[in-house]
C-alpha cells in the first residue's frame, strides 16, 4: 500500500505539491512512537529488542526529522542532506521491520520469552498496519521528490 501511494497520482500530488522540509518533518511522528514502544517494552508488552534500548534506533530518524526539515526550510540544507537523511531513515525503518519479522513466534531469534505477539491484538496491530506503511511512504515521496529530473531543475525547498 505504501508504494501504491508513494507512485499513484496522489503521491505525486504529496511529492511535488508539498514542500521538501515538510515531507521530512512528517517524519517526527517516529519520536513520540519510539518513546511510546520503549515504555511498552518496560511494561513487558513487547519485546525490549524492539526499543532503542534494545536494537532499534529509529528514533533517530525522528529526533532528527526536526532538525533536517529546519535546514531545508532555512535553505542550509540541500538535495544532499536530504538524500542523505532519508537514505539512513529507511534503513533504519527496515532495520526495525527485520528484528520485528525475526522476533515473532516462528523464528524466535532472540529468545522464546522475547517474541513479537503484541502486535496481533488491538491498538498494536496498528503499528504495523499503519504506522510503518505511513513512514515508508513519507521515504518513498522523499525518493520521488529528490530523485526525479524534475527536481533537479529547481532549487531544494
Known sequence: MAVVLAFSPLG?????????WALVLFQLFRFPLELAMHRLATLRIMPEQMTYTGRNFDILTGATAIIVA????????????????NVLGLLLLMNVVVIAMISTP?????????????????????LPAVMV?????????????????????????
Open 12 to 20: 505525486r500530488r504529496l511529492a511535488f505539491g508539498v514542500p521538501l
Open 70 to 85: 529546519w535546514w531545508l526550510a532555512a535553505g542550509r540544507g540541500g538535495r544532499r542532506l536530504a538524500l542523505t537523511w
Open 106 to 126: 516462528r523464528v524466535r531469534f532472540f529468545g522464546a520469552d522475547q517474541v513479537n505477539v503484541f502486535v496481533t491484538y488491538t491498538p498494536f496491530v496498528w
Open 133 to 157: 506503511m505511513s513512514a515508508l511512504a513519507g521515504h518513498l515521496l522523499i525518493f520521488r521528490r529528490l530523485l526525479s529530473p524534475r527536481a533537479h531543475a529547481r532549487p531544494v525547498t
